[in-house]
């Protein structure tokens, strides 16, 4: 398998570039830089993702390039950090594992900047906050001069405006400029408003008494809103840093150094110096530092980062090694085939950031909400404040008209709802691929959410997808161990996969012990359609259909003909063995079940799915295959041009079907499914084909694959719920609709800490994914 593969490839004639884009605080920005992106000459198709602050855009480069599409972004208000793996698609050579130290240390750099703001807002509004608790206290407060106590907090104040709540107001106006508005336009005009009227009461008081409205400042409202959704903004940046740990603890994979033989030395050299070409030496211990093929020696291999599978992988001269896999006993040597962005693991880490920056189906209803919800709530503030303002009593009216102004703005801001999706899809995804299943975009995973029927190729996918001997039955007189060094000796001159699967046979350690000198042969003949003949150690052996040896003068025993029935009853292949002149033995050869091909089928008809299988084989060794794995319904003689009409005779009667299989003449079946998902082992045009890859030869990753995208769509049903319920109910009492009949108003220090709670809350629900784990 070529891991190049795992990549999918982009329409013809277009290019694909990634930007991490600064200055986006909520579902509204990602929507307009899509928007600005997507309207740009040259743009085939831009997808925003908040969650990973990323866009992606696929782009013909004979009208566009990087550098205007940067420029669009940067026209829409917003920045782009550009990294050496922001630029890798541009035609740089970056490898998506290498450390962009650059971009971590700003993530880092910003960060930690954000906890300042909001150490310094949180110290300021604790101040202000008590010092405007002296008016409950009449006493204290006939005792102390109001206009000095309110310069005091105007001076406590303006730097949680001006330093803390900074970024607020710049993103506010560059919105504005851009006839644009967001998360930011809501607490800038909320807090703004609040700040003003309290700064007009405290410089120019009398401007309002002389229209009979009392003074009273809200600084304290201003410094602990600013303070609150600062917390809200660290706990939302620690939560979006856990949904990337898949990628984080994929990059971690990588060995740093290889020891390569340089003449006649061995010298260790940063993984970045390693060429094609080179021979490196890997201990027992140490990791696999690229992909590349074993020259010398044999050892076993934990696989487990590509696989899932925890057990051991035998290693060999000849087999393939891939990047970031440990050695665990013996030592070797291999040449490496693969470096940087072509290895295995880059592929697999560029496919699982892909698929987290990709778009579910079920997020375009946040999307089309979001278009028109800032705009909607600032409408609806306006509304709110006329409204009081106009029927409260004369000495409440300002407070309350205010205040509600400023709750509704507040609590309104759309974070949770544009969280709520790519968030799951992140976790879900960097899940999958620790299970080794590696999804393309976040649609597959919506769509496996739906699959009621599984339809599963038998060759390659339920079976081994080779023949294997499954039965020696020597005849009286003869004894395996005899027979299988001589049937090993000429089976070895052949091509014939049957030859190869006799050979296996004889190999195994349990058959024949240490391994044996193999013996020699003389006279070798194959004989095509029939078997083959040789003589070994003085003995005429000819193993083949019963054809061969009604040719060869050779009458079949009644012992003989009946083993060789109870074969065929299985569906087995039989072979026929005769050793000068005289029967001897007669072995099965089948395409055996995988090991774990009938637990992985009841798992999935336990999720209540319908399995079917589909094999070319005639129907009465499709019987005993379905039979010894639970599947009820079959196809049978499907020829490898009638697969994807299969997949469409069961769409035909209303079924979501999800194919898996791992040929060639599985490719139109895969793509014509709802969802395809494709063995890793099997052949690059079905992974292709496919936009679900398992990178284990078992059927456990469909189990997986089906249950993650349950569990995935589960928690973004539940965000979407928490996010628009969330708004339905805060928004109407931030607007004061419980004050007529309760006398209760929701405070704007309130509304901005529920505001900062529902996005946290939407992030640790998605996080919660972190622990799925599929039943045994």
């Known amino acids: 398998m070529d891991p190049t593969t795992l990549a999918p490839a982009a329409a013809a004639g277009t290019e694909t570039t990634t930007f991490d884009i600064e200055g986006m605080t909520c579902a509204s920005c990602s929507n307009f830089v899509e928007r600005a992106l997507s309207r740009t000459p040259g743009v085939q198709r831009a997808v925003v993702n908040l969650a990973t602050e990323k866009a992606t855009v696929d782009f013909l480069p004979t009208q566009i390039d990087r550098a205007g599409l940067k420029a669009a972004v940067e026209e829409a208000g917003y920045g782009v950090a550009e990294t050496a793996a922001t630029t890798a698609a541009a035609g740089q050579p970056a490898s998506p594992l290498a450390t962009d130290d650059e971009l971590a240390d700003r993530k880092a750099a910003a960060y930690a900047k954000l906890r300042r703001r909001f150490g310094v807002a949180v110290a300021l509004a604790a101040v202000v906050m008590l010092l405007s608790m002296t008016m409950l206290w009449p006493d204290l407060a006939a005792r102390v001069n109001m206009p000095l106590l309110n310069y005091l907090q105007l001076f406590l104040t303006l730097p949680v405006v001006l330093y803390c709540g900074r970024e607020f107001y710049v993103s506010a106006w560059n919105g504005l400029t851009h006839r644009t508005a967001s998360m930011d336009t809501l607490i ?90 080179d021979v490196v030496v890997v201990r027992p211990g140490e990791k696999v530092a690229t992909d590349g093929v074993i020259q010398e020696g044999h050892s076993s291999l934990d696989e487990a980062m590509l696989t899932g599978e925890s057990l051991p992988v035998e290693k060999k001269a000849g087999d393939a090694v891939f990047g970031a896999t440990i050695n665990k006993t013996g030592s070797f040597r291999f040449k490496v085939t693969k470096v940087g962005a072509e290895t295995m693991l880059a ?164 058959q024949a012990g240490p391994a044996p000198t193999p013996l020699a042969t003389a006279d070798f003949r194959a004989i095509e359609g029939q078997g083959a003949s040789a003589t070994v150690s003085g003995k005429k052996v000819l193993i083949g259909n019963q054809r061969l040896l009604r040719e060869a003068g050779v009458a079949l025993t009644p012992e003989q003909e009946h083993a060789a029935a109870g074969l065929l009853a299985q569906a087995k292949t039989v072979l026929y063995v005769a050793l000068d002149g005289q029967p001897a033995a007669v072995l099965g050869v089948a395409d055996t079940l995988r090991a774990t091909s009938a637990a992985a089928i009841k798992q999935l008809q336990a999720q209540g799915l319908e399995v079917v299988m589909m094999t070319g084989d005639n129907p009465q060794t499709a019987a005993a295959v379905a039979a010894q794995v639970g599947i009820t319904r079959y196809f049978a003689e499907v020829l490898p041009a009638d697969k994807a009409g299969k997949v469409q005779e069961l769409q035909a009667e209303g079924r979501t079907v999800a194919m898996v299989g791992d040929g060639i003449n599985d490719a139109p079946a895969l793509a014509r499914a709802d969802v395809g998902l494709a063995m890793s082992t099997g052949t690059d045009v079905a992974m292709e084909a496919a936009p679900i890859t398992l990178m284990r030869a078992d059927l456990q990753g469909v189990v997986t694959a089906i249950a993650l995208s349950r569990h995935t769509m589960r928690t973004i049903k539940q965000n979407l719920f928490f996010a628009f319920v969330y708004n339905s109910l805060g928004i109407p009492i931030a607007a004061g609709l419980l004050y007529p009949f309760t006398g209760w108003t929701l405070s704007p220090m309130l509304a901005a800490g529920a505001m900062a709670l529902s996005s946290v809350s939407v992030l640790t629900n998605s996080l919660r994914l972190r622990s799925f784990s599929v039943k045994k």
């Open 188 to 277: 800038a005009v909320g807090t703004g408003a609040a700040f003003t009227f309290s700064l007009v009461a405290t410089l120019v008081p009398g401007v309002l008494t002389s229209r009979g409205i009392q003074p009273h400042v809200y600084y304290d409202t201003t410094a602990t809103i600013i303070a609150l959704i600062l917390l809200g903004k660290v706990l939302e940046a620690r939560a979006k840093s856990q949904t990337s740990a898949a990628i984080r603890a994929l990059l971690g994979l990588q060995a740093r150094t290889a020891r390569v033989v340089r003449g006649t030395q061995e010298v260790d050299v940063p993984i970045e110096q390693v060429q094609l070409g």
């Open 347 to 510: 592929q697999i880490v560029k496919l699982v950031s892909d698929a987290q920056g990709s778009r579910a189906p079920i997020q375009r209803l946040a999307d089309r909400v979001s278009a028109v919800f800032v705009p909607t709530v600032i409408i609806l503030a306006i509304a709110t404040f006329v409204i009081w303002f106009d029927f409260a009593p004369d000495a409440t009216r300002l407070p309350l008209a205010l205040t509600n102004f400023v709750a509704v703005l507040i609590i309104a801001c759309p974070c949770a709802l544009g969280l709520a999706t790519p968030t799951a899809i992140m976790v879900g995804t960097g899940k999958g691929a620790e299970y080794g299943v590696l999804i393309r975009n976040a649609e597959a995973l919506e769509k496996a959410y739906q699959v009621d029927t599984v339809l599963l190729d038998k060759t390659g996918t339920i079976t081994q997808g080779e023949p294997a001997v499954t039965d020696l039955l020597p005849l009286a007189g003869h004894r395996a161990a005899d027979l299988l060094p001589l049937l090993a000796a000429v089976e070895r001159q052949s091509e014939h996969p049957l030859a190869a699967a006799v050979v296996r046979y004889a190999e195994l350690p349990a």
